[in-house]
């Protein structure tokens, strides 16, 4: 399984095109804030106004869930072309159990999401303390790491299961596409989810790559938050955070961290089993 997955690791990383178009969703958000976004969410919100480190903690925080799924559909690029190529029939034709195989791609596309997304860790953290914000302290750093790596399993999880319904490049890049499009909106970044109608904001809500998002942002934007909105009425800054989808609010009901973090252990297992069920149903064609 290890072998596989390395080798899988390599391929994911000699193909330049596949790790530019995994990160393309995130290249665009930047772009989009850059010239436009961060004008349209600047200003006062809820009788807060908002400061530039604020709002760059807030953007950043939103990118890192989005890279935690678009760059482990672009490492689940590596069956779509085994599958293609039929080298995935050779792998059958050796002595290797299919959970073995299986195990392998998902092996591969969880270091290779984690890695990437720690990429886009360390270049929010550069473009936040280069237009004047403040670094996230170590504790906040760890926290933001396991995080990291619990949104790039649920994720994972999530492409996986889709993957099952996918044969062909073409297909694939269809869907790809389609995700990097839509992912900005379904995590609540091109536009805060406080502006949007209250039907969009709820499939936001139940959206789990959203959750991630609320936890990156409810830790990097915690030391943002506390240093400028100091002495701000509480009211105004509960307002704020849940226009700009910091924390979920599900009626009079604030969602905790705590269930943020089991939305995504429950996606994980949910669309693993889901994957499993799948792959079983078809486990006469040997074609994955």
Known sequence: ?????????????RNKSSVF????????????????????????????????????????AGLMAVSSITTTMGAFSIIVEDKEGGKIKDFYAAPLKKSTIVGGYLLSSVAVGIIMTLITLVLAEI????????????LTLLKVLGIILLSVVSSSAMVLFVLTFINSSNTFGTASTILGTLIGFLTGIYIPTGILP???QWVIKVFPV???????????????????????????????????????????????????????????????????????????????
Not at 2 to 12: P, Y
Not at 28 to 52: A, H, N
Not at 252 to 274: N, Q, R
């Open 198 to 200: 209250v039907p969009v």
């Open 127 to 138: 473009y936040i303390v280069a237009y004047g914000g403040a670094i996230i302290s170590a």
């Open 21 to 60: 178009f995994s990160l393309l969703g995130a290249i665009i958000i930047i772009l989009l804030y850059v010239l436009f976004l961060g004008d349209m969410v600047s200003g006062e919100v809820g009788g807060v106004q908002l400061d530039r480190s604020i709002l760059d903690s807030w953007i950043m």
């Open 210 to 288: 959203s959750h991630a998002g609320a936890l990156f942002r409810q830790l990097m934007m915690e030391q943002p938050i506390n240093s400028t909105l100091q002495g701000a009425p509480a009211e105004a800054i509960e307002g704020f955070k849940e226009h700009m989808g910091v924390i979920f609010k599900y009626g009079d009901y604030t969602a905790p961290f705590w269930l943020h973090i089991l939305v995504l252990v429950g996606t994980a297992v949910l669309f693993y089993a889901l994957a499993v069920l799948r792959l079983s149903v078809k486990s006469r064609d040997k074609n994955f």
């Open 1 to 13: 399984m290890v072998n596989l997955a390395i080798r899988n690791f390599k391929m994911f990383f």
